[in-house]
């Protein structure tokens, strides 16, 4: 294939997943140069807050995940309007994430806000999500000392073990051990975990564990095993544990094309009925998300077209997956189609390509994954069309790093 060939074709898979007019695809929302807004004249209603459980953490029902925001004046404007907690993580745009913050945040006093990261250590078996590795836990102190590093602070308030979808991985000894040195060399005030799977089962292996004190959990309106999932956030709750919920808007639109979005503030507020949810980190990428966000900061009523926008929703297939996995045990080649789906909804619903393309390269997929089969012998429990999506997603394997900024 010659050189020219290369691009157009490169070029045509870009603007095919994206629908962008050029081939550079942003990582994040690109805003990096637009002004904050000018708040002084806004009225300020009344906060509502609530306490991270027995960490004594008082916080208003919203924070900012910041993972896909690249403008400081965003996380600034947020911090005007109210919004305390900002979540980050290490691995969140390569690190230039927290490296944003951390030269946002030399300009505020510590006690101003409370932080969070995460650490995904390496050593996890990407199908089943154990370890398997060595040095774990040198490994989960290394990461833990680079976000130190590119935050330039003394401590984070919250630290999570990240993306954990197993009882096993949850209560591995060497990854609880370094979590615990670090808390006991007071750079971590609190401890936490992460999951977006098997997320009752996490739930309660964090209140056995006797470590954790933290929980960030998806939550959201359109999830099936709701039931079970606010059995064990009451669970956690008296076992008096901290609930951060995310994932709350399902991916932020219902189609592909973008064309019918989530009731974000519904959605906020629906999961906030939930008096156990002590706060959400909906990811901010731009101002009029952040005013929508500050709405219910301070009103959590549920009007009764939000509810009946919520229903419809709910009945529509939309980009969620629950991750229940129920499908693995039909593909022919088992398949990690929950990755492969959520890897699937950063790129049609949050436009996250990097995070997408990071995920679907972890997974070490074969070749073609879908395509030598004559016929996809997976059943998903919410009809998606699983081999369809997979193959669209996957080609984002063909566009090389460099189109991707």
Known sequence: MKKSEKFNRRKFIV?????????????????????????????????????????GIKLPVISMGVMRADNPSLVKAALVQGIVHLDTANSYQNGQNEEMLGKLLKDYPR?????????????????????????????????????????GIEYVDILYHHAINTREAALYEPVLNAMKKIKESGRAKHLGISTHKNEPEIIRAAIDSGVYEVVLVAYNFKQDHRDEMNKAIQEAADAGLGIVGMKNMAGGFLD??????????????????????????????????????????????????????????????????????????????SLPIPEL????????????????????????LPANACADCNECTVSCVKDFAVAEKITDVTRLMDVPEEFIV
């Open 111 to 151: 006690e101003s806000y409370v932080i969070a990261t995460k650490v995904y250590p390496s050593g996890r078996d990407k199908k089943t999500g154990n370890y398997t590795g060595k040095n774990v836990e040198e490994s989960f102190m290394e990461k833990f000392d680079t976000s130190m590093k590119r935050l």
């Open 341 to 364: 789906m959520r890897a699937y909804m950063y790129t049609y619903g949050y436009r996250e390509v990097k995070k997408a393309k990071d995920l679907i390269s972890s997974l070490e």
């Open 256 to 333: 592909k094309e973008k064309k019918i979005p989530v009731n974000a503030k519904a959605a906020l507020k629906w999961a906030l009925q939930n008096p156990n949810v002590h706060t959400l980190i909906p990811g901010l990428t731009n101002f009029d998300q952040l005013d929508e966000c500050v709405e219910v900061m301070s009103d959590i009523k549920m009007r009764p077209k939000e509810k009946h926008e919520l229903m419809a929703a709910s009945n529509i297939q939309g980009m969620y997956c629950n991750a229940c996995s129920q499908c693995v045990p039909n593909c022919k080649k």
């Open 15 to 55: 603007s095919s997943l994206l629908g962008t007019a050029g081939v550079a695809i942003s990582a994040s929302n690109i805003n990096s140069e637009l002004p904050i807004p000018d708040l002084s004249k806004k009225k300020k209603k009344k906060v509502i807050y609530r306490t991270l459980g027995n960490t």
